[in-house]
């Protein structure tokens, strides 16, 4: 079998010398205030729609009380009462109200 792909020789990688990997991370870093730093200019943050949705989403829930008392009641009332009804239709409509609010997944290919 040859070592050879598109006529290039293959070759064990090589092991930098001591030292050498750090010393190139270190000229990298934006926090050695090296060559990369001032190339790439002032430091920047940028939030994606996503990012912005989920935290507008977050705080809305932090709004909201884990716990309705007024439905954990109305709900064990019916309960016990025998009362209690399951409504798949409106399951599958809040279902798919929910969905609406998410935002579109390019990942997917339905």
Same mark, same amino acid.
């Given at each position: 079998? #040859?070592?050879?792909? #598109?006529?290039i020789?293959?070759?064990?990688?090589?092991?930098?010398?001591?030292?050498?990997?750090?010393?190139?991370?270190?000229?990298?870093?934006?926090?050695?205030?090296?060559?990369?730093?001032?190339?790439?200019?002032?430091?920047?943050?940028?939030?994606t729609?996503?990012?912005?949705?989920?935290?507008?989403?977050?705080?809305?829930?932090?709004d909201?009380?884990?716990?309705?008392?007024?439905?954990?009641?109305?709900?064990?009332?019916?309960? #016990?009462?025998?009362?209690?009804?399951? #409504?798949?239709?409106?399951?599958?409509?809040?279902?798919?109200?929910?969905?609406?609010?998410?935002?579109?997944d390019?990942t997917?290919?339905?």
């Amino acid at each position: 079998m #040859s070592g050879k792909i #598109s006529g290039i020789p293959s070759s064990p990688p090589t092991t930098p010398a001591k030292g050498a990997g750090q010393a190139a991370a270190a000229a990298a870093s934006p926090a050695s205030g090296g060559a990369t730093a001032a190339a790439r200019g002032a430091d920047s943050v940028q939030i994606t729609d996503t990012a912005s949705y989920l935290v507008t989403a977050e705080q809305a829930l932090n709004d909201v009380p884990v716990i309705n008392p007024g439905r954990l009641a109305q709900v064990s009332d019916a309960l #016990s009462g025998g009362t209690y009804r399951i #409504s798949p239709e409106r399951i599958a409509n809040q279902l798919l109200q929910f969905e609406q609010l998410l935002p579109d997944d390019p990942t997917d290919t339905e």
